[in-house]
């Protein structure tokens, strides 16, 4: 069955610390992929999605991901953090042409001001 | 533009129960679909509809239904609930044409407690 990791559950940094979430997703298809975020107290919002072409995706906030389709993955990052990142990261993952969309367990990021 | 809300914000039923949890789309949204949420995990697809038919479902029993109207709003009734249920539960609304990879908007979502 398609499933979606997340290797971090909880993540501690320090403000202007490089930031890496790991996503693995298990399915050989054509996929799409997403990464959420949940800010304290607010809904779920899209951060970034690949759906094809450049690889490394560029999304709100000074976010990016890259998709490695070898490896299946498709990891976060940003190059400095600030205090405001503190959030809940959900990577999703669904099928081409599917209604399916599949989410990670979530990995909780605190920035340390 | 109005966001997708969702009422009511908590609620507490006990074991065998049936519930109804109403989700209102983002203006211009045709497609609604629900999310349950535990504690600690990641939202698990339960369905999607799209233009008031089904359009896709998760691994969740038929005890789970829904319902989309004309206005393009929905509801998520459980039947027969159980204690596995307590969740939060999510609707997420989109602009499409039956597919799913256009940009969700989720709602603040329902707390479900099962008692």
């Known amino acids: 069955a398609q499933s979606v990791s997340q290797h971090n559950h909880h993540v501690i940094l320090s403000e202007a610390a490089s930031l890496e979430l790991g996503c693995n997703y298990s399915y050989g298809g054509t996929v799409n992929l997403f990464w959420y975020v949940q800010y304290p107290g607010q809904h779920l919002q899209l951060l970034l999605k690949y759906f094809s072409g450049d690889p490394l995706v560029k999304g709100i906030k000074g976010f990016e991901a890259e998709f490695i389709k070898s490896k299946f993955s498709f990891n976060l990052r940003k190059p400095s953090v600030q205090w405001s990142d503190t959030a809940e990261y959900f990577c999703a993952v669904n099928l081409y042409n599917n209604n399916d969309m599949r989410f990670g367990a979530g990995t909780r990021l605190t920035v340390k001001p | 533009e109005t966001g997708v809300t969702q009422s009511p914000t908590h609620l507490i039923k006990t074991r065998g129960q049936q519930v109804t949890l109403r989700c209102s789309s983002q203006s211009g949204h045709n497609t609604v679909s629900w999310y349950q949420q535990a504690l600690g995990q990641g939202p698990q697809f339960i369905f999607q509809?799209?233009?008031?038919?089904?359009?896709g479902r998760g691994n969740f029993p038929p005890r789970f239904s829904g319902l989309q109207f004309p206005n393009y709003s929905s509801e998520l009734n459980v039947n027969a609930l159980e204690l596995d249920d307590s969740a939060l539960y999510l609707c997420?609304?989109?602009?499409?044409?039956?597919?799913?990879?256009?940009?969700?908007?989720f709602g603040p979502g329902t707390r479900l407690t099962v008692l």
């Open positions: 997420a609304s989109s602009s499409s044409t039956g597919s799913s990879y256009n940009e969700q908007f």
């Open positions: 509809y799209y233009r008031e038919e089904e359009n």
